[in-house]
T-cell receptor, first 113, second 114 residues
């Protein structure tokens, strides 16, 4: 089925470890996004990529890096994980802008101990 | 700073009853407004959106929302709730004129009693 695929679905890290969350979409969308979801705080934008080759910071970029590998793939990297990064991470894509509507992946539940 | 507020954290309704979920935004002009729904363990799905025109917009799954400029509100409604509507609902705004920054509210968890 067409959509946004995130891997892994679950991950436990120790403080200080690094990891990369992978995201791929097969809808030929230009824009991709990374959000984190925390209880009582809704979804907060970490980084986004308006088009292949560009990335921009969102509301909570500290502690994260991103790579728009090609039009399909947008990865999120935690260089040195901290307990405050325990969260559910969602990748989304849109044809171009917010008005086009976002398609979300099913999320990655990350726990940092 | 612009923000979006969903005053109700949890709402419980009986199946077949009507539903209204509240959303207020703070922004000088009319932003792009959205409602998304998140079923358990899933990503979010777009229900409907508004920017201009008719202030009552229809969405998927029988949902509608009404924009009220005077109240800075964009409330989501459904005349008759089904058990499958149990989910978390998020109001979202884009104040960048249709850019790439969607700001979500904190969500309202809907429980449906049979």
């Amino acid at each position: 089925n067409a959509g946004v695929t995130q891997t892994p679905k679950f991950q436990v890290l120790k403080t200080g470890q690094s990891m990369t969350l992978q995201c791929a979409q097969d809808m030929n969308h230009n824009s991709m996004y990374w959000y984190r979801q925390d209880p009582g705080m809704g979804l907060r934008l970490i980084y986004y990529s308006a088009s292949e080759g560009t990335t921009d910071k969102g509301e909570v970029p500290n502690g994260y890096n991103v790579s728009r590998l090609n039009k399909r793939e947008f990865s999120l990297r935690l260089e040195s994980a901290a307990p405050s990064q325990t969260s559910v991470y969602f990748c989304a894509s849109s044809r171009d802008r917010t008005w086009d509507g976002y398609t979300f992946g099913s999320g990655t539940r990350l726990t940092v101990v | 700073a612009q923000s979006v507020t969903q005053p109700d954290i949890h709402i419980t309704v009986s199946e077949g009853a009507s539903l209204e979920l509240r959303c207020n935004y703070s922004y000088g002009a009319t932003p792009y407004l959205f409602w998304y729904v998140q079923s358990p363990g899933q990503g979010l799905q777009l229900l409907l959106k508004y920017f201009s025109g008719d202030t009552l917009v229809q969405g998927i799954k029988g949902f509608e929302a009404e924009f009220k400029r005077s109240q800075s509100s964009f409330n989501l409604r459904k005349p008759s709730v089904h058990w499958s509507d149990a989910a978390e609902y998020f109001c979202a705004v884009d104040v960048t004129g249709g850019g790439n920054k969607l700001t979500f509210g904190t969500g309202t968890q809907l429980k449906v009693e049979l």
